[in-house]
């Protein structure tokens, strides 16, 4: 019922272990390309990391973005859909306690599974 919205909360260095896999990255965007379709982010443990839309975004794309979608390559991401942080909230994002977070997330083993 709900599989197709299952993904891993990863940060940048984790991103080759999912390769295949839906996952969602939060980063800082650092560089647009003028056609809309791809962006580099700098995400929360400081690595870049590409995202390919699947469509141009048409509005201008700034500050930190959380993308969910398909880890390809190592060090890209295929967006299936895209949030954008509001200034306010962009300046207040806690790079570290969010890396820390994925980090924390990856180390129990099956952490989502319940008993059927």
């Known amino acids: 019922m709900f599989e197709e919205n299952l993904r891993e909360i990863v940060n940048g260095a984790m991103l080759p272990q999912y390769n295949g896999k839906k996952v969602s990255i939060t980063g800082l965007v650092t ?3 003028p056609n809309g ?6 995400s929360s443990d400081d690595k870049i990391v590409k995202v390919n839309l699947r469509k141009p975004h048409s509005n201008i794309l700034e500050g930190h973005v959380e ?3 398909t880890a390809v390559s190592g060090t890209t991401v295929i967006c299936d859909d895209l949030t954008e942080f509001s200034p306010e909230s962009s300046a207040e994002f806690d790079a570290t306690s969010h ?10 083993p099956n952490l989502w599974k319940t008993a059927a």
């Open 67 to 69: 993308v969910h979608g």
């Open 37 to 42: 379709i791809t962006f580099d982010m700098r």
């Open 99 to 108: 890396n820390t977070m994925c980090q924390l997330l990856q180390s129990v």
């Open 31 to 33: 560089k647009v390309n």
